[in-house]
């Protein structure tokens, strides 16, 4: 089979709801991320076989293969296809997977793979259009369970032990890797600037937006419950609502040789697995156990743990579980502090990953991320020698 790589990863920066990049359609911010790809690497969009997109809330603007919009948004030619991934949360990451696995089989050889969300435009939830997607056979297995991750959350702190000020301490401790990840320049290479507003007014945003520098322990203890009245979770030991892009180019290395590329990180293992519905966003636990297993990787060689801050609980449980060292994990900050846009996130987050793994000369990452309906992805990289 033939080997997988990334050359190219680039993100916008991460935009809080009803920031600066909420003026922006959802098509105009991926074609952001697409045409900078092309910049960076001199690479003709021709060669391009296929570009798979993450996206959740695939109604309005968002709606009928955003993908496919995002391409023509770009102006790349018309002959390019574009599709539209949802696995929840780990949209893009499945993307990557996707990719990756065309290119391995030898069914296409140049693939673009990303994502974009703008909630502040196509909010959480939305999709729905006031149904739901259980159906009464499902809810009647799970005994009328809501399916709300915040209750999901919620038990999965009580089951772990993981206190209030436990998860507050975590959070804060994201907004902090955060600040100071920003100050230090690590995303700088890795963000593409985005003209605010709609038909390229305003500013440009060039920074994400959601780190709070303010944020401690003792101002998050001041914060209601947001689930349940006598609860641990809330907004500020939750993820952030937010807008973004990102895009990564995969190929095989004889091909990135032939256009003239270096690659960053070979694709060593993806795996995708389902977990409890119920308690829901455990399953990165397991995956994880997968994917090292695939890629023949111990956990002591991982070099950088990105494990998505959908709820403070997700990691620590992640982290209690595995024995990983608390360093390796989020150490620029995470989603917590960062923000998460949904169907970008998996991109954003293997983006950050891919750049920091370069910087410090990593060997090898590993990237989970939990999602809704009890499934979770990760993916073992390798950096390129």
């Not at 303010?214 to 689930?227: D, I, Q, R, V, Y």
């Not at 030991?237 to 091909?255: C, F, R």
């Not at 956990?299 to 390796?328: C, K, M, Q, Y």
């Amino acid at each position: 089979m033939r080997e997988a790589v990334v050359v190219e990863a680039v993100r916008t920066a991460v935009g809080k709801r009803n920031g600066g990049l909420a003026g922006v359609h959802a098509a105009d911010l991926s074609a952001v991320v697409l045409q900078a790809l092309v910049d960076r690497t001199g690479l003709d969009p021709e060669v391009v076989d296929d570009v798979v997109w993450g996206c959740v809330g695939q109604l309005g603007d968002q709606s009928s293969n955003i993908g496919r919009y995002a391409v023509l948004a770009a102006g790349w030619p018309e002959t390019i296809p574009g599709t539209t991934v949802n696995r929840a949360c780990g949209s893009s990451q499945q993307a990557l997977d996707f990719a990756a696995q065309a290119v391995m089989s030898g069914q296409q050889d140049v693939v673009v793979a990303g994502g974009v969300e703008v909630m502040s435009r196509v909010p959480l939830g939305a999709s729905r259009g006031g149904g739901t997607p259980y159906g009464p056979q499902v809810l009647a297995r799970y005994e009328d369970f809501s399916f709300n991750q915040g209750v999901s959350a919620e038990l999965i702190a009580r089951k772990w032990g993981l206190g209030r000020s436990v998860l507050d301490d975590f959070a804060a401790l994201s907004h902090q890797r955060a600040a100071s990840a920003q100050d230090g320049g690590a995303f700088d290479a890795q963000i593409v600037p985005v003209t605010e507003g709609t038909g390229g007014t305003g500013g440009t945003v060039t920074m994400d937006e959601g780190i709070r520098r303010e944020t401690s322990s003792a101002t998050l203890a001041k914060l209601k419950p947001s689930f349940q009245e006598d609860g641990v979770i809330h907004a500020g030991n939750s993820s952030q609502i937010s807008d973004g892009a990102a895009a990564l180019l995969v190929t095989t290395p004889e091909k990135a040789r032939e256009l003239g590329l270096t690659p960053i990180a070979r694709y060593r293992a993806g795996v995708v697995t389902g977990s409890d519905p119920v308690l829901m966003l455990t399953g990165p636990i397991p995956a994880t156990e997968k994917v090292l297993r695939k890629a023949g990787v111990g956990l002591s060689e991982v070099g950088v743990f990105e494990v998505n801050e959908a709820f403070a609980p997700i990691p620590l449980a992640w982290l209690a579980e595995t024995g990983a060292d608390p360093a390796l994990l989020n150490p620029l900050g995470g989603a917590i502090a960062l923000g998460h846009p949904l169907g970008a996130s998996g991109a954003v987050l293997m983006t950050r990953m891919l750049h920091h793994m370069r910087d410090h000369g990593i060997r090898y990452g590993l990237q989970t991320m939990c999602e809704g309906g009890g499934t979770a992805n990760a993916t073992v990289v390798e950096l390129a020698s």
